[in-house]
């Protein structure tokens, strides 16, 4: 029985102990902020079940999701997002392959042609010149040249033994990097339905907003033929006439206003789905009353949800995997180098086990003095990992403030709603008086006006009020962390 010495059991034990660190995970994410969530949200989410299907479905508005179809087929910022991702892939392979062996193989087919000259000698030096003939003195100069023909196949190998599981530090630092930025991605990609569904509502309200001027125009020319009848037989001043003008010229006014921003929202949507801005996307008509539906969720639920939380934490742990990798550069790297092949003059012997050559090599390399570079590194991948972490906390803290500003704000947009509803169904009741008690003397035409103008200010914030209600909805759904289909949990 062969006993080992202490010594090498010390250097097996000191071995086994780096490699056992070297494969050591990284442990979970913990931040002073998760032990302070609250378990509910400050403001009551409203609790409903949760659905199966696409989220953009729910809306119940057949246009829009013919278009959102669309949008997701055909945007550039989509296509662009689905390139990205595939790069992020290739460059963690890219950057994690170095921990692998690198195989090689070769052929090689070479003729050459030398002449002694090159080395000192003549033909005369030889004796290949001809003695008897001296007329032709030129042959002791004569150049001897001789042809050589070499064939080879050869399959090296080079590979860095990760003794100390730097390179494999490096893998997973690279594979985390890849997860944090499909992360990114995936929030990306979501958030970019949003902002779809915000410009596609917008171009609704916009539609739905030129129509009211139309609608503004046409009742203040209504206004205006009863103030030139009254004024025709007498009974409204010109005072009233040149109100009643000048109100309809301004509404003109507003008409082509909203015209124009009509086309500029349109063709901001076309360009959104990857078509030509022509403006010539017909919306929807009217604003859906069916939203995505909201499960209730508890606070500590959003960490996993978000994408784009779960991203810094992935950069958290790629730091954690790179102060790992940085301190294994300051030990010793050792590689192997190996080459196996034939070599012959013959090509038809190129696989000839007699003519086979091979080679062996044994690389060590010892960092000795470095100018800090090494020690540097180190200190800057700590510094690195803290503010990783800094900024995974900051990420947190922000969604959670989403998603209660969100939350604030549909609430407060759901009130505001009620109100403009109570307001409009006053101020219709309101004109409707006005305009009749105008007809009969009773009224003055500002009181008239007034109303008028009031009526259709209060629309004009109803339909802008109905748009908000999606954004809120979309924004809070957005702030949770996206899609709440069970179908695909």
């Known amino acids: 029985?062969?006993?080992?010495?202490?010594?090498?059991?010390?250097?097996?034990?000191?071995?086994?102990?780096?490699?056992?660190?070297?494969?050591?995970?990284?442990?979970?994410?913990?931040?002073?902020?998760?032990?302070?969530?609250?378990?509910?949200?400050?403001?009551?989410?409203?609790?409903?079940?949760?659905?199966?299907?696409?989220?953009?479905?729910?809306?119940?508005?057949?246009?829009?999701v013919r278009f959102y179809d669309t949008f997701q087929s055909t945007s550039p910022d989509?296509?662009?997002?689905?390139?990205?991702?595939?790069?992020?892939?290739?460059?963690?392979?890219?950057?994690?392959?170095?921990?692998?062996?690198?195989?090689?193989?070769s052929t090689s087919n070479s003729t050459r042609k030398q002449n002694l000259a090159a080395f000192g000698f003549s033909s005369n030096m030889l004796g290949l010149s001809d003695s008897n003939n001296d007329s032709n003195a030129n042959n002791q100069n004569s150049v001897v040249s001789f042809t050589s023909k070499n064939s080879g196949l050869n399959v090296g190998m080079q590979w860095e033994l990760d003794v100390w599981g730097?390179?494999?530090?490096?893998?997973?630092?690279?594979?985390?990097?890849?997860?944090?930025t499909f992360n990114e991605l995936?929030?990306?990609?979501?958030?970019?339905?949003?902002?779809?569904?915000?410009?596609?509502?917008?171009?609704?309200?916009?539609?739905i907003q030129y129509l009211l001027s139309i609608e503004t125009r046409e009742a203040l020319l209504r206004i205006k033929n009863i103030v030139l009848n009254r004024y025709d037989k007498g009974l409204s001043s010109s005072l009233d006439l040149r109100l009643a003008e000048s109100s309809l010229a301004i509404s003109r006014?507003?008409?082509?206003?909203?015209?124009?921003?009509?086309?500029?929202?349109?063709?901001?949507?076309?360009?959104?789905?990857?078509?030509?801005p022509s403006a010539s996307l017909i919306v929807s008509q009217n604003f859906p009353e069916n939203y995505p539906k909201i499960p209730s969720e508890l606070p500590v639920?959003?960490?996993?949800?978000?994408?784009?939380?779960?991203?810094?934490?992935?950069k958290v742990e790629s730091s954690v995997y790179r102060l790992a990798q940085s301190k294994r550069?300051?030990?010793?790297?050792?590689?192997?180098?190996?080459?196996?092949?034939?070599?012959?003059?013959?090509?038809?012997?190129?696989?000839?086990?007699?003519?086979s050559v091979w080679n062996i090599a044994t690389n060590i390399t010892v960092p000795l003095f470095q100018g800090g570079r090494l020690r540097a590194n180190v200190a800057m991948n700590q510094n690195q990992l803290s503010l990783s972490e800094i900024n995974a906390m900051k990420k947190i803290l922000q969604a959670f403030s989403e998603v209660e500003q969100s939350l604030a704000t549909e609430n407060s947009i759901e009130r505001?709603?009620?109100?403009?509803?109570?307001?409009?169904?006053?101020?219709?009741?309101?004109?409707?008086?006005?305009?009749?008690?105008?007809?009969?003397?009773?009224?003055?035409?500002?009181?008239?006006?007034?109303?008028?103008?009031?009526?259709?200010?209060?629309?004009?914030?109803?339909?802008?009020?109905?748009?908000?209600?999606i954004r809120a909805r979309v924004n809070l759904f957005l702030a949770l962390g996206g899609d709440f289909d069970i179908s695909k949990n």
């Open 186 to 207: 995936a929030y990306l990609k979501f958030s970019l339905g949003v902002q779809y569904v915000n410009a596609y509502y917008s171009a609704v309200e916009s539609n």
């Open 78 to 105: 989509l296509k662009s997002i689905i390139n990205q991702s595939a790069m992020a892939r290739n460059s963690a392979k890219i950057l994690s392959s170095s921990s692998f062996p690198s195989l090689n193989i």
């Open 166 to 180: 730097r390179l494999v530090n490096a893998r997973r630092a690279a594979y985390k990097d890849y997860e944090s």
């Open 253 to 276: 006014v507003q008409e082509e206003n909203q015209f124009i921003q009509k086309l500029n929202i349109t063709r901001n949507l076309e360009i959104l789905m990857g078509q030509y």
């Open 416 to 469: 505001q709603y009620a109100a403009i509803l109570e307001a409009e169904k006053q101020s219709e009741a309101a004109y409707d008086l006005a305009v009749g008690r105008y007809e009969n003397g009773i009224s003055d035409l500002i009181t008239v006006l007034n109303s008028q103008q009031q009526l259709f200010s209060v629309k004009s914030q109803k339909y802008s009020l109905q748009n908000q209600r």
């Open 301 to 314: 639920n959003l960490i996993e949800r978000r994408p784009d939380i779960q991203a810094a934490i992935n």
């Open 329 to 355: 550069e300051l030990l010793p790297s050792i590689s192997l180098t190996t080459s196996v092949g034939t070599s012959s003059q013959d090509l038809k012997d190129i696989l000839n086990g007699d003519y």
């Open 1 to 64: 029985m062969v006993e080992v010495s202490p010594i090498n059991k010390f250097l097996n034990l000191f071995v086994f102990s780096i490699i056992f660190m070297s494969c050591s995970q990284p442990s979970n994410y913990k931040s002073e902020i998760l032990e302070s969530i609250p378990e509910n949200w400050s403001i009551e989410v409203e609790g409903v079940e949760k659905y199966t299907g696409n989220w953009w479905e729910t809306f119940g508005d057949t246009t829009f």
